[in-house]
């Protein structure tokens, strides 16, 4: 179970966000006992999230640059000297605790500066200032021992084709993560590059819409061989599928790394990020997981208590009902798999392809006059069968809700 469920604490949620939103201020204290903005802040985060991580059993934590020390308002060189000292200070404060980075990144999207996005901005400034973040976000995933490094374009997107020229953004943001990967390699980073698709939210059309967007970019650019998906749950569910299926599509193009482990609100239409309690979703979310064989990455709670839930202890009953939805949700998972009447059905229902014509077609010798020939001789086809979709719902709830007896 420890080796499928590798939970990560986010930075930015657990130990940054105060449940600010646009229409009220923060509700829950997260100070620290120490002055929002300073060093001693940075710190004060680094011991309250140890502590919260070690009470919990979580090994993993996952950040951006700007969620561990405050942003120096004019001098990128200044900010880098805080990350240096901080994550000096995180490796001081986790040795012998066995406590690490999952992955990390770079906040490409909060600073005004990228507000035209990122690799994608019209402005070859921004882009180097893009490029110098993630440089640092490498390096810092080398000292810390990360496993991952992340993009979330955010900010990669537009919001009207009348001033945007979409290849060149495109083609830029290719280049970024080309620099990325070499630079990577180059200082040994040997872990693996995550795209986390969002189709909207904060720019109206993002190009990492969804799983297959951004493996259709990937292959277009030659990087599907360093980068994959980091897929998230709200985010699947704002690009209009499910969880399940973002994860499928990931699984099949041999490409699912990571997740984000939380889930949306289906009557509200942004990424709310809450914790997931969803026992149907995890269960399909692990089926999917255990039978490609595994995440290379980890379950991170990119998740956020809701805004009156504000207290201490609310924090730590969130990561309980996560960790706790997740486990159940492997333990069906497997369930799933043992009981065998899903894959039996599966494997039945494309039996015309293990032999005669439908083998050939699998194998790649059928040509088009060779099906022709085959239904000419068929006259008409044979019925392709019912696909028993309400039998195979019945059968998770009988794995989910059946007695042992």
């Given at each position: 179970?420890?080796?499928?469920?590798?939970?990560?604490?986010?930075?930015?949620?657990?130990?940054?966000?105060?449940?600010?939103?646009?229409?009220?201020?923060?509700?829950?204290?997260?100070?620290?006992?120490?002055?929002?903005?300073?060093?001693?802040?940075?710190?004060?985060?680094?011991?309250?999230?140890?502590?919260?991580?070690?009470?919990?059993?979580?090994?993993?934590?996952?950040?951006?640059?700007?969620?561990?020390?405050?942003?120096?308002?004019?001098?990128?060189?200044?900010?880098?000297?805080?990350?240096?000292?901080?994550?000096d200070y995180l490796l001081e404060q986790t040795k012998g605790t066995g406590i690490k980075a999952l992955?990390?990144?770079?906040?490409?999207?909060?600073?005004?500066?990228?507000?035209?996005?990122?690799?994608?901005?019209?402005?070859?400034?921004?882009?180097?200032?893009?490029?110098?973040?993630?440089?640092?976000?490498?390096?810092?995933?080398?000292?810390?021992?990360?496993?991952?490094?992340?993009?979330?374009?955010?900010?990669?997107?537009?919001?009207?084709?009348?001033?945007?020229?979409?290849?060149?953004?495109?083609?830029?943001?290719?280049?970024?993560?080309?620099?990325?990967?070499?630079?990577?390699?180059?200082?040994?980073?040997?872990?693996?590059?995550?795209?986390?698709?969002?189709?909207?939210?904060?720019?109206?059309?993002?190009?990492?819409?969804?799983a297959a967007t951004a493996i259709g970019f990937l292959r277009k650019y030659g990087l599907d061989k360093?980068?994959?998906?980091?897929?998230?749950?709200?985010?699947?569910?704002?690009?209009?599928?499910?969880?399940?299926?973002?994860?499928?599509?990931?699984?099949?193009?041999?490409?699912?790394?990571?997740?984000?482990?939380?889930?949306?609100?289906?009557?509200l239409g942004w990424d709310t990020d809450q914790f997931p309690s969803n026992v149907y979703d995890t269960?399909?979310?692990?089926?999917?997981?255990?039978?490609?064989?595994?995440?290379?990455?980890?379950?991170?709670?990119?998740?956020?208590?809701?805004?009156?839930?504000?207290?201490?202890?609310?924090?730590?009953?969130?990561?309980?009902?996560?960790?706790?939805?997740?486990?159940?949700?492997?333990?069906?998972?497997?369930?799933?798999?043992?009981?065998?009447?899903?894959?039996?059905?599966?494997?039945?229902?494309?039996?015309?392809?293990?032999?005669?014509?439908?083998?050939?077609?699998?194998?790649?010798?059928?040509?088009?006059?060779?099906?022709?020939?085959?239904?000419?001789?068929?006259?008409?086809?044979?019925?392709?069968?019912?696909?028993?979709?309400?039998?195979?719902?019945?059968?998770?709830?009988?794995?989910?809700?059946?007695?042992?007896?």
């Amino acid at each position: 179970m420890e080796e499928n469920l590798r939970f990560a604490m986010a930075w930015w949620h657990n130990l940054c966000a105060t449940g600010v939103d646009m229409f009220g201020a923060g509700t829950a204290d997260k100070t620290f006992h120490a002055e929002p903005g300073t060093m001693e802040h940075a710190k004060a985060k680094v011991d309250a999230g140890i502590e919260f991580m070690q009470k919990l059993g979580i090994k993993y934590y996952c950040f951006h640059d700007a969620d561990i020390v405050p942003e120096d308002p004019v001098d990128i060189n200044e900010t880098n000297r805080r990350l240096e000292e901080i994550t000096d200070y995180l490796l001081e404060q986790t040795k012998g605790t066995g406590i690490k980075a999952l992955w990390t990144t770079a906040n490409m999207f909060s600073n005004p500066r990228f507000m035209n996005g990122a690799g994608s901005s019209n402005s070859a400034d921004v882009f180097c200032f893009a490029a110098a973040q993630a440089k640092k976000g490498i390096e810092l995933a080398v000292k810390l021992g990360a496993q991952g490094y992340v993009f979330w374009g955010g900010r990669e997107g537009y919001e009207t084709l009348l001033n945007t020229d979409m290849k060149l953004e495109q083609d830029n943001v290719a280049q970024l993560f080309r620099m990325a990967r070499d630079y990577g390699r180059k200082i040994g980073f040997t872990g693996d590059f995550y795209i986390e698709p969002k189709p909207k939210e904060p720019m109206k059309h993002q190009y990492d819409f969804d799983a297959a967007t951004a493996i259709g970019f990937l292959r277009k650019y030659g990087l599907d061989k360093d980068f994959r998906m980091n897929i998230e749950a709200n985010h699947a569910t704002l690009a209009g599928h499910t969880f399940q299926h973002e994860l499928r599509v990931s699984a099949v193009n041999d490409m699912m790394g990571s997740v984000d482990a939380n889930q949306g609100d289906l009557l509200l239409g942004w990424d709310t990020d809450q914790f997931p309690s969803n026992v149907y979703d995890t269960t399909m979310a692990m089926y999917e997981i255990l039978k490609a064989g595994g995440l290379r990455g980890g379950l991170n709670f990119d998740a956020k208590n809701r805004r009156p839930s504000n207290t201490p202890e609310d924090m730590f009953v969130a990561f309980i009902v996560g960790m706790d939805t997740f486990a159940l949700g492997l333990i069906k998972a497997a369930a799933l798999i043992e009981d065998g009447r899903i894959d039996s059905f599966v494997k039945e229902r494309y039996a015309s392809y293990e032999t005669g014509i439908g083998k050939e077609i699998r194998e790649g010798t059928a040509t088009l006059e060779s099906c022709a020939a085959h239904a000419a001789a068929l006259k008409a086809p044979a019925d392709p069968g019912s696909g028993q979709q309400e039998y195979l719902e019945g059968v998770v709830n009988n794995v989910l809700f059946a007695s042992s007896c």
